[in-house]
């Protein structure tokens, strides 16, 4: 299973960027998808996450300005990220959970993309 990320950069405080993931060479059903951040000097945190049937989770310190979808045909995962501010500058990775037939969960990772928030 192969991640990969984009749409990282650089923006100005109130700004908008959209990531997207891709994942490629799965060879069983996707089910979890979704981005968590990791800020210089602190641990990874959840920011988004989206399953299969289309539930949804946000870190409550985006609810309100991201948004997270997904394109199940192409395994696909998308963050609009609106009103952005300094705080949400990190690498945003992308992940998916790969469900096998016989029940174990496999979670891989995208490479991270750096989002850096000027002011």
């Known amino acids: 299973v192969q991640l990969q990320a984009s749409g990282g950069g650089l923006v100005q405080t109130g700004g908008s960027l959209r990531l997207t993931c891709a994942v490629t060479?799965?060879?069983?059903?996707?089910?979890?998808m979704g981005w968590y951040r990791q800020a210089p000097g602190k641990q990874r945190d959840l920011v988004a996450t989206?399953?299969?049937?289309?539930?949804?989770n946000y870190a409550d310190s985006v609810k309100g300005r991201f948004t997270i979808s997904r394109d199940n045909a192409n395994n696909t995962v998308y963050l609009q990220m609106n009103s952005l501010k300094a705080e949400d500058t990190a690498v945003y990775y992308c992940?998916?959970?790969?469900?096998?037939?016989?029940?174990?969960?496999?979670?891989?990772w995208g490479q991270g993309t750096l989002v850096t928030v000027s002011s």
């Open positions: 992940h998916a959970d790969q469900v096998s037939p016989d029940g174990p969960r496999s979670r891989y």
């Open positions: 060479r799965s060879r069983f059903r996707i089910n979890g």
């Open positions: 989206i399953t299969s049937a289309g539930v949804i």
